[in-house]
């Protein structure tokens, strides 16, 4: 097996989440091992492979790649006819910009609505009007790309930029925050892809539980 990917909790890491969708998806052959977060000798295992010894990390034969993104883009690099990344030059450079703002924003929403695949909640208002304001920039983008692309993916197929905010869209799920229908149908798209469900098939199926990681 040539590609290796380390993951946490399926049903807590979204950082894990991405890039193994995109390994699942896109059919390359892959095997996985689940590293348990939070634990005593989480950190030794997960420093075993990646001095960052953070999850997800990437094994290439004994090559090692880690963050998410940067994992993306080097599956992208690997297998350039799956198109995870859209093929105009425009698209790729707007695809990619949105997968970074991702990558380094929505922090008040990420916050107060950690990715939870086994909880679903009565909407309150979490995270204040930062965590509102991430939700409206979401509904921007989902906005915008549809009106541009069609759908049902920002860029009308699946790809690297959805795996990116799936984690974000299983929180507008989760927490059952009130959308708009462009957002709803998006979040619908994502959740119901053959390999988040795969994903969320195994989380379910877990039995850790990271305190840190659950609200009321």
């Keep these: 097996m040539r590609f290796k990917i380390v993951i946490g909790n399926k049903n807590y890491s979204s950082w ?15 095997e996985e091992e689940l590293i348990p977060l939070d634990q005593a000798d989480t950190r030794a295992r997960l420093l075993s492979y990646s001095p960052a010894a953070k999850v ?7 090559y090692t790649v880690w963050d ?50 086994r909880k679903e909640f009565v909407f309150k208002l979490r995270g ?10 979401f509904e921007g983008i989902v906005r ?38 462009d957002l709803q149908t998006y979040v619908e798209a994502v959740l119901g892809e053959a390999s988040f469900q795969k994903w969320r098939s195994a989380a379910l199926e877990e039995s850790w539980f990271l305190a840190s990681d659950e609200v009321k």
Excluded at 16 to 30: A, N, Q
Excluded at 56 to 62: E, K, M, N, T
Aim: net charge neutral; aromatic share 10%; glycine share 8%.
């Design 144 to 181: 915008d790309r549809m009106m541009r692309s069609g759908g049902p993916f920002l860029f009308g197929e699946w790809g690297g930029v959805d795996a990116m905010y799936a984690p974000l869209a299983t929180r507008i799920a989760t927490y059952n925050w009130p959308v708009s229908h």
């Design 56 to 62: 997800p990390i990437l094994i290439d034969r004994s």
């Design 16 to 30: 894990s989440m991405r890039p193994w969708l995109v390994l699942d998806h896109f059919g390359f052959e892959y």
């Design 68 to 117: 998410s993104l940067s994992i993306i883009e080097y599956l992208a690099e690997q297998k350039p006819d799956a198109r995870i990344w859209p093929e105009g030059g425009q698209d790729r450079a707007r695809a990619r910009s949105l997968a970074a703002e991702m990558h380094a924003g929505f922090h008040p929403l990420r916050r107060a609505c950690p990715m939870n695949l």
């Design 128 to 137: 204040g009007t930062a965590a509102r304001k991430d939700v409206e920039r």
